[in-house]
Protein backbone atom coordinates (compact mmCIF):
# COMPACT_ATOMS: atom_id res chain seq x y z
CA UNK A 1 0.00 0.00 0.00
CA UNK A 2 1.07 3.31 -1.06
CA UNK A 3 1.50 6.04 1.48
CA UNK A 4 -1.50 7.76 -0.17
CA UNK A 5 -3.56 4.58 -0.08
CA UNK A 6 -2.56 4.36 4.08
CA UNK A 7 -3.57 8.12 4.55
CA UNK A 8 -6.90 7.64 2.57
CA UNK A 9 -7.11 4.26 4.83
CA UNK A 10 -6.53 6.60 7.59
CA UNK A 11 -9.47 9.12 6.35
CA UNK A 12 -12.16 6.39 5.87
CA UNK A 13 -11.26 4.00 9.32
CA UNK A 14 -11.00 7.58 11.95
CA UNK A 15 -13.44 10.11 9.92
CA UNK A 16 -10.25 12.48 9.67
CA UNK A 17 -7.21 13.01 7.87
CA UNK A 18 -3.47 12.48 9.26
CA UNK A 19 -0.83 14.45 10.42
CA UNK A 20 1.00 12.42 8.10
CA UNK A 21 2.30 8.81 6.96
CA UNK A 22 5.81 7.24 8.60
CA UNK A 23 7.54 3.97 7.34
CA UNK A 24 10.08 2.06 9.16
CA UNK A 25 11.54 -1.24 7.08
CA UNK A 26 12.11 -4.75 8.18
CA UNK A 27 15.32 -6.15 8.09
CA UNK A 28 17.39 -9.18 7.24
CA UNK A 29 20.54 -9.55 9.07
CA UNK A 30 23.33 -10.30 6.56
CA UNK A 31 25.54 -12.03 9.66
CA UNK A 32 26.19 -11.43 13.45
CA UNK A 33 23.39 -13.69 15.11
CA UNK A 34 23.02 -13.49 19.11
CA UNK A 35 25.75 -11.11 19.14
CA UNK A 36 24.32 -8.16 19.94
CA UNK A 37 22.89 -9.27 22.99
CA UNK A 38 26.70 -9.75 24.05
CA UNK A 39 27.78 -6.39 23.30
CA UNK A 40 29.23 -7.50 19.81
CA UNK A 41 28.82 -6.80 16.16
CA UNK A 42 26.43 -6.93 13.48
CA UNK A 43 25.42 -6.12 9.95
CA UNK A 44 22.07 -5.76 8.84
CA UNK A 45 20.55 -4.10 5.87
CA UNK A 46 17.17 -2.29 5.98
CA UNK A 47 14.29 -4.60 3.58
CA UNK A 48 12.37 -2.60 0.96
CA UNK A 49 9.52 -4.40 3.29
CA UNK A 50 8.16 -1.82 5.84
CA UNK A 51 5.29 -1.16 8.26
CA UNK A 52 3.64 2.30 7.22
CA UNK A 53 2.05 4.43 10.44
CA UNK A 54 -0.42 6.79 10.12
CA UNK A 55 -1.17 9.13 12.74
CA UNK A 56 -3.35 11.83 14.31
CA UNK A 57 -2.38 13.03 17.44
CA UNK A 58 -5.46 13.39 20.05
CA UNK A 59 -5.45 15.62 23.36
CA UNK A 60 -7.79 13.71 24.61
CA UNK A 61 -5.06 10.82 25.88
CA UNK A 62 -6.51 7.87 24.06
CA UNK A 63 -4.82 5.23 21.98
CA UNK A 64 -6.67 4.12 19.28
CA UNK A 65 -5.73 1.62 17.30
CA UNK A 66 -6.23 0.06 13.66
CA UNK A 67 -4.27 -2.50 11.77
CA UNK A 68 -5.34 -2.45 8.06
CA UNK A 69 -3.04 -5.74 7.25
CA UNK A 70 -4.35 -8.25 9.37
CA UNK A 71 -8.55 -8.42 9.48
CA UNK A 72 -8.86 -10.40 12.14
CA UNK A 73 -6.60 -7.47 14.36
CA UNK A 74 -9.56 -4.90 14.45
CA UNK A 75 -9.68 -1.97 16.69
CA UNK A 76 -8.57 -1.19 19.75
CA UNK A 77 -8.42 1.47 22.23
CA UNK A 78 -6.25 1.96 25.14
CA UNK A 79 -6.15 4.78 27.65
CA UNK A 80 -2.62 6.15 26.95
CA UNK A 81 -2.28 7.33 30.95
CA UNK A 82 -2.92 3.60 32.20
CA UNK A 83 -0.84 1.68 30.15
CA UNK A 84 1.58 -0.54 31.92
CA UNK A 85 4.04 -3.34 31.03
CA UNK A 86 2.49 -6.75 30.72
CA UNK A 87 -1.13 -5.19 30.64
CA UNK A 88 -1.31 -5.34 26.73
CA UNK A 89 -1.12 -8.53 24.55
CA UNK A 90 -0.62 -9.39 21.06
CA UNK A 91 0.42 -6.75 18.17
CA UNK A 92 -0.57 -3.65 20.08
CA UNK A 93 1.93 -4.44 22.74
CA UNK A 94 4.48 -2.88 20.68
CA UNK A 95 2.95 0.72 19.60
CA UNK A 96 1.50 1.07 23.08
CA UNK A 97 4.90 -0.02 24.68
CA UNK A 98 6.47 2.62 22.18
CA UNK A 99 4.24 5.73 23.40
CA UNK A 100 4.64 4.27 27.39
CA UNK A 101 8.52 4.15 27.09
CA UNK A 102 8.30 7.75 24.77
CA UNK A 103 6.25 8.96 28.20
CA UNK A 104 9.05 7.10 30.57
CA UNK A 105 11.40 8.98 29.14
CA UNK A 106 9.88 12.66 29.23
CA UNK A 107 8.16 13.52 26.47
CA UNK A 108 4.78 15.19 26.92
CA UNK A 109 2.83 13.36 24.36
CA UNK A 110 -1.10 12.83 24.84
CA UNK A 111 -2.67 10.10 22.78
CA UNK A 112 -2.98 9.14 19.34
CA UNK A 113 -5.36 7.97 16.21
CA UNK A 114 -3.39 5.50 14.43
CA UNK A 115 -3.85 2.72 12.12
CA UNK A 116 -0.66 0.39 10.52
CA UNK A 117 -0.26 -1.62 7.87
CA UNK A 118 2.73 -3.03 5.62
CA UNK A 119 3.47 -5.65 3.81
CA UNK A 120 6.82 -6.83 6.38
CA UNK A 121 6.11 -10.65 6.60
CA UNK A 122 5.22 -11.51 9.99
CA UNK A 123 7.23 -14.44 12.49
CA UNK A 124 9.72 -14.46 9.60
CA UNK A 125 12.81 -13.38 11.61
CA UNK A 126 12.66 -10.11 9.24
CA UNK A 127 11.74 -7.73 12.83
CA UNK A 128 8.60 -7.03 11.61
CA UNK A 129 7.81 -6.01 15.44
CA UNK A 130 11.09 -3.50 15.04
CA UNK A 131 9.72 -1.61 12.21
CA UNK A 132 6.46 -1.43 13.85
CA UNK A 133 7.86 0.21 17.01
CA UNK A 134 9.95 2.61 14.66
CA UNK A 135 7.33 3.43 12.48
CA UNK A 136 5.02 4.37 15.21
CA UNK A 137 7.92 6.33 17.38
CA UNK A 138 8.72 8.17 14.42
CA UNK A 139 4.92 9.15 13.63
CA UNK A 140 4.13 10.07 17.53
CA UNK A 141 7.18 12.19 17.93
CA UNK A 142 7.38 13.79 14.59
CA UNK A 143 3.44 14.41 14.49
CA UNK A 144 3.76 16.28 18.02
CA UNK A 145 6.88 18.22 16.87
CA UNK A 146 9.60 16.29 18.58
CA UNK A 147 12.97 16.30 16.83
CA UNK A 148 14.54 12.74 17.87
CA UNK A 149 17.90 11.57 16.43
CA UNK A 150 16.99 8.18 14.98
CA UNK A 151 19.42 6.04 17.19
CA UNK A 152 17.42 7.65 20.06
CA UNK A 153 14.08 6.50 18.16
CA UNK A 154 16.05 3.06 18.14
CA UNK A 155 16.95 2.98 22.21
CA UNK A 156 12.91 3.95 22.93
CA UNK A 157 11.68 1.09 20.63
CA UNK A 158 14.24 -1.38 22.20
CA UNK A 159 13.23 0.12 25.53
CA UNK A 160 9.47 -0.13 24.62
CA UNK A 161 10.37 -4.18 23.18
CA UNK A 162 12.38 -4.98 26.28
CA UNK A 163 10.42 -3.23 29.52
CA UNK A 164 6.76 -3.02 28.33
CA UNK A 165 6.43 -6.60 25.56
CA UNK A 166 9.02 -8.12 27.34
CA UNK A 167 10.93 -9.53 24.78
CA UNK A 168 14.82 -9.41 26.24
CA UNK A 169 16.05 -8.45 22.66
CA UNK A 170 19.33 -6.46 21.78
CA UNK A 171 19.20 -3.42 19.98
CA UNK A 172 20.43 -4.32 16.45
CA UNK A 173 16.67 -4.74 14.68
CA UNK A 174 15.30 -1.49 16.04
CA UNK A 175 18.97 0.53 14.92
CA UNK A 176 18.43 -1.24 11.38
CA UNK A 177 15.23 -0.12 10.93
CA UNK A 178 15.87 3.45 11.89
CA UNK A 179 19.47 4.36 10.58
CA UNK A 180 19.92 2.12 7.46
CA UNK A 181 20.16 3.42 4.34
CA UNK A 182 19.87 2.28 0.69
CA UNK A 183 22.68 0.25 -1.29
CA UNK A 184 24.64 -0.48 2.04
CA UNK A 185 24.87 -2.80 5.18
CA UNK A 186 24.94 -1.27 8.46
CA UNK A 187 28.41 -2.29 10.97
CA UNK A 188 27.29 -1.49 14.35
CA UNK A 189 28.97 -2.38 16.65
CA UNK A 190 26.20 -2.53 19.45
CA UNK A 191 28.63 -1.55 22.96
CA UNK A 192 28.92 2.00 21.79
CA UNK A 193 26.32 1.73 19.34
CA UNK A 194 29.58 3.00 16.67
CA UNK A 195 28.07 2.69 13.35
CA UNK A 196 28.96 2.41 9.34
CA UNK A 197 27.48 2.22 6.18
CA UNK A 198 29.31 0.06 4.07
CA UNK A 199 28.58 -0.53 0.02
CA UNK A 200 26.53 -3.46 -0.88
CA UNK A 201 26.35 -3.35 -4.66
CA UNK A 202 24.49 -7.04 -5.69
CA UNK A 203 23.94 -6.08 -8.99
CA UNK A 204 27.30 -4.97 -9.85
CA UNK A 205 28.57 -8.69 -8.38
CA UNK A 206 26.11 -10.28 -10.39
CA UNK A 207 24.65 -11.56 -7.49
CA UNK A 208 20.91 -11.78 -5.36
CA UNK A 209 20.28 -11.81 -2.08
CA UNK A 210 17.48 -14.45 -1.64
CA UNK A 211 15.80 -14.65 1.58
CA UNK A 212 13.50 -17.82 1.74
CA UNK A 213 10.95 -17.67 4.39
CA UNK A 214 10.05 -21.19 5.92
CA UNK A 215 6.84 -20.09 7.43
CA UNK A 216 7.64 -21.67 10.07
CA UNK A 217 6.72 -18.57 12.99
CA UNK A 218 8.14 -18.17 16.52
CA UNK A 219 7.82 -16.37 19.32
CA UNK A 220 10.23 -14.67 21.10
CA UNK A 221 8.75 -14.51 24.19
CA UNK A 222 8.73 -17.97 25.05
CA UNK A 223 11.63 -18.08 26.67
CA UNK A 224 14.05 -19.71 24.55
CA UNK A 225 15.40 -16.79 23.48
CA UNK A 226 15.72 -15.51 27.09
CA UNK A 227 17.40 -18.59 27.63
CA UNK A 228 20.27 -18.04 25.03
CA UNK A 229 20.74 -14.52 26.85
CA UNK A 230 21.19 -15.49 30.35
CA UNK A 231 23.26 -18.89 29.21
CA UNK A 232 25.86 -16.05 27.63
CA UNK A 233 25.63 -14.00 30.60
CA UNK A 234 26.54 -16.98 32.70
CA UNK A 235 29.25 -17.56 30.35
CA UNK A 236 30.50 -14.23 30.45
CA UNK A 237 30.67 -13.86 34.66
CA UNK A 238 32.81 -17.35 34.79
CA UNK A 239 35.01 -15.82 32.13
CA UNK A 240 35.00 -12.57 34.43
CA UNK A 241 34.91 -10.31 31.22
CA UNK A 242 31.92 -8.06 30.61
CA UNK A 243 30.68 -9.76 28.19
CA UNK A 244 31.50 -12.66 25.26
CA UNK A 245 32.59 -9.36 22.86
CA UNK A 246 35.23 -10.03 25.09
CA UNK A 247 36.86 -12.94 24.71
CA UNK A 248 39.53 -12.50 22.15
CA UNK A 249 39.25 -14.64 19.33
CA UNK A 250 42.49 -15.66 18.70
CA UNK A 251 42.04 -16.65 22.71
CA UNK A 252 39.32 -18.54 22.21
CA UNK A 253 40.15 -22.05 22.75
CA UNK A 254 41.78 -20.57 26.50
CA UNK A 255 38.34 -19.26 27.26
CA UNK A 256 36.66 -22.64 26.45
CA UNK A 257 39.23 -24.82 28.23
CA UNK A 258 38.26 -22.65 31.41
CA UNK A 259 34.51 -23.42 31.12
CA UNK A 260 33.68 -26.65 32.46
CA UNK A 261 29.74 -27.14 31.37
CA UNK A 262 29.91 -28.02 27.41
CA UNK A 263 26.54 -26.28 27.02
CA UNK A 264 28.21 -23.10 28.07
CA UNK A 265 31.50 -23.92 25.65
CA UNK A 266 28.87 -23.91 22.83
CA UNK A 267 27.38 -20.60 23.55
CA UNK A 268 30.54 -19.10 23.96
CA UNK A 269 31.90 -20.62 20.83
CA UNK A 270 29.24 -19.37 18.68
CA UNK A 271 29.68 -15.68 19.99
CA UNK A 272 33.47 -15.26 19.61
CA UNK A 273 33.28 -16.95 15.99
CA UNK A 274 30.34 -14.90 15.23
CA UNK A 275 31.78 -11.88 15.67
CA UNK A 276 35.14 -12.73 14.00
CA UNK A 277 32.31 -13.98 10.96
CA UNK A 278 31.17 -10.15 11.22
CA UNK A 279 34.54 -8.77 11.18
CA UNK A 280 35.79 -10.98 8.20
CA UNK A 281 32.53 -10.06 5.70
CA UNK A 282 32.91 -6.55 6.47
CA UNK A 283 36.69 -6.72 5.37
CA UNK A 284 35.81 -8.79 2.11
CA UNK A 285 32.91 -6.11 1.40
CA UNK A 286 35.75 -3.33 2.10
CA UNK A 287 37.40 -4.91 -0.31
CA UNK A 288 34.97 -5.09 -3.03
CA UNK A 289 34.84 -9.14 -2.73
CA UNK A 290 30.79 -9.63 -2.26
CA UNK A 291 31.53 -13.71 -3.45
CA UNK A 292 33.83 -14.27 -0.72
CA UNK A 293 31.08 -13.45 1.77
CA UNK A 294 29.59 -17.13 0.75
CA UNK A 295 31.51 -19.41 2.76
CA UNK A 296 30.98 -17.03 6.02
CA UNK A 297 27.22 -17.75 5.62
CA UNK A 298 27.52 -21.27 5.62
CA UNK A 299 29.60 -21.24 8.52
CA UNK A 300 27.40 -18.98 10.64
CA UNK A 301 24.32 -21.43 9.93
CA UNK A 302 26.87 -24.56 11.22
CA UNK A 303 27.24 -22.54 14.67
CA UNK A 304 23.43 -21.81 15.12
CA UNK A 305 22.97 -25.20 14.44
CA UNK A 306 25.54 -26.96 15.88
CA UNK A 307 26.15 -24.63 19.06
CA UNK A 308 23.54 -22.57 19.63
CA UNK A 309 20.90 -24.69 18.76
CA UNK A 310 18.12 -22.57 17.30
CA UNK A 311 17.68 -23.97 13.86
CA UNK A 312 14.85 -26.32 12.71
CA UNK A 313 14.52 -28.71 10.15
CA UNK A 314 13.23 -26.40 7.45
CA UNK A 315 15.73 -24.03 7.91
CA UNK A 316 18.33 -26.81 7.87
CA UNK A 317 16.80 -28.13 4.20
CA UNK A 318 16.55 -24.80 2.85
CA UNK A 319 20.52 -24.27 3.75
CA UNK A 320 21.18 -27.02 2.32
CA UNK A 321 19.29 -26.84 -0.87
CA UNK A 322 20.37 -23.65 -1.85
CA UNK A 323 24.29 -24.16 -1.19
CA UNK A 324 23.63 -27.76 -3.06
CA UNK A 325 21.90 -25.70 -5.99
CA UNK A 326 24.24 -22.87 -6.39
CA UNK A 327 24.11 -20.41 -4.07
CA UNK A 328 27.38 -19.16 -2.38
CA UNK A 329 26.32 -19.59 0.87
CA UNK A 330 23.17 -19.30 3.00
CA UNK A 331 22.47 -18.99 6.60
CA UNK A 332 19.32 -18.85 9.00
CA UNK A 333 18.75 -15.50 9.90
CA UNK A 334 16.86 -13.93 12.75
CA UNK A 335 16.26 -15.21 16.09
CA UNK A 336 16.14 -19.04 14.66
CA UNK A 337 13.23 -21.92 15.92
CA UNK A 338 11.88 -21.31 12.45
CA UNK A 339 11.89 -17.83 10.38
CA UNK A 340 13.93 -17.64 7.24
CA UNK A 341 17.52 -18.16 5.27
CA UNK A 342 19.21 -15.90 3.58
CA UNK A 343 21.34 -17.02 0.35
CA UNK A 344 23.83 -15.31 -1.63
CA UNK A 345 23.03 -16.31 -4.89
CA UNK A 346 24.72 -15.63 -8.36
CA UNK A 347 21.80 -13.84 -10.45
CA UNK A 348 22.38 -16.63 -12.93
CA UNK A 349 21.43 -19.05 -10.50
CA UNK A 350 18.27 -17.58 -8.72
CA UNK A 351 15.62 -19.22 -10.30
CA UNK A 352 17.27 -22.22 -9.77
CA UNK A 353 17.60 -22.04 -6.18
CA UNK A 354 14.22 -20.72 -5.70
CA UNK A 355 12.95 -23.65 -7.48
CA UNK A 356 14.69 -26.54 -5.73
CA UNK A 357 13.77 -24.94 -2.28
CA UNK A 358 10.42 -24.89 -3.16
CA UNK A 359 10.95 -28.55 -4.75
CA UNK A 360 12.30 -29.67 -1.54
CA UNK A 361 9.95 -28.15 0.72
CA UNK A 362 7.23 -29.94 -1.12
CA UNK A 363 9.03 -33.52 -1.21
CA UNK A 364 10.23 -33.36 2.58
CA UNK A 365 5.74 -32.11 3.45
CA UNK A 366 6.56 -28.74 4.54
CA UNK A 367 4.11 -25.95 3.51
CA UNK A 368 5.56 -24.05 0.42
CA UNK A 369 8.03 -21.22 1.57
CA UNK A 370 8.03 -17.81 0.36
CA UNK A 371 11.12 -16.46 -1.50
CA UNK A 372 12.20 -13.61 -2.73
CA UNK A 373 15.28 -11.08 -3.73
CA UNK A 374 15.78 -8.01 -1.42
CA UNK A 375 18.03 -5.00 -1.78
CA UNK A 376 19.18 -2.80 0.89
CA UNK A 377 16.57 -0.19 1.79
CA UNK A 378 16.34 2.90 3.29
CA UNK A 379 15.63 2.85 6.64
CA UNK A 380 12.40 5.25 8.65
CA UNK A 381 11.54 8.05 7.01
CA UNK A 382 8.19 10.26 7.01
CA UNK A 383 6.66 9.11 3.59
CA UNK A 384 3.99 11.85 3.38
Not at 250 to 266: I, K, V
Request: proline share 5%.
Amino acid sequence: MSAGASADAFRQAFGHPPAGVWAAPGRVNLIGEYTDVNEGFVLPLALPHAVRAAVAPRADGLLRLHRGDDPRAGWLELSGADLRPGQTEGWAAYPAGVLWALREEGHDLGGADLRIDGDVPQGAGLSSSAALECAVALALTEAAGLALSRQEIARICRRAENDFVGVPCGIMDQTASACCVTGHALFLDTRDLARRHVPLDLAAAGLRLLVVDTRVKHALADGAYAQRRAGCEAGARALGVRALRDVPHNRLGDALDRLPDADARALVRHVVTENERVRQVVAHLDAGDIRAVGPLLTAGHASLRDDFRVSCPELDLAVAVANSSGALGARMTGAGFGGSVVALVPSERAAAVERAVTDAFAAAGFARPRVFPVVAGPGARREA
